[in-house]
């Protein structure tokens, strides 16, 4: 048995899971009531794992037609980066392949 103290959820990181609701408050999710929709939500998104496997599975699941309509992929990370910043970073590992459009 281990003598650490079990945490909750609220109780490991209360700020961020209250940026994660409030994010998460201000964003339409479905185009309508009814409508089934899929999120992925990416921790640690400007991190190593995502760079080199989280961004190019979606992206190839995106690619092959894989991914129901109206997903969205929401990310979350330490440091602030623009959208921008993150393409830069991903080039190497998310890539087209030769005649597929960019």
């Known amino acids: ?3 650490k103290p079990e945490l909750g959820c609220c109780e490991a990181n209360p700020e961020g899971l209250q940026l994660l609701r409030d994010s998460l408050s201000c964003c339409q999710v479905c ?4 409508q089934a929709s899929h999120v ?3 921790f640690g998104a400007s991190g190593d794992l995502a760079r080199k496997k989280i961004y190019p599975t979606l992206w190839a699941l995106f690619r092959d037609k894989l991914l129901p309509e ?3 992929v ?3 990370a330490r440091s602030k980066l623009t ?3 993150l393409r830069d970073k991903c080039a ?6 030769e005649g597929e459009k960019e």
């Not at 185009?31 to 009814?34: I, K, Q, T």
């Not at 190497?92 to 392949?97: F, H, N």
Request: aromatic content about 12%.
């Open 74 to 76: 929401f990310g979350y």
């Open 92 to 97: 190497e590992t998310v890539k087209a392949k």
């Open 40 to 42: 992925f939500v990416v």
């Open 83 to 85: 959208m921008s910043q």
């Open 1 to 3: 048995m281990s003598s």
């Open 31 to 34: 185009n309508s009531p009814g």
């Open 70 to 72: 109206n997903t969205q």
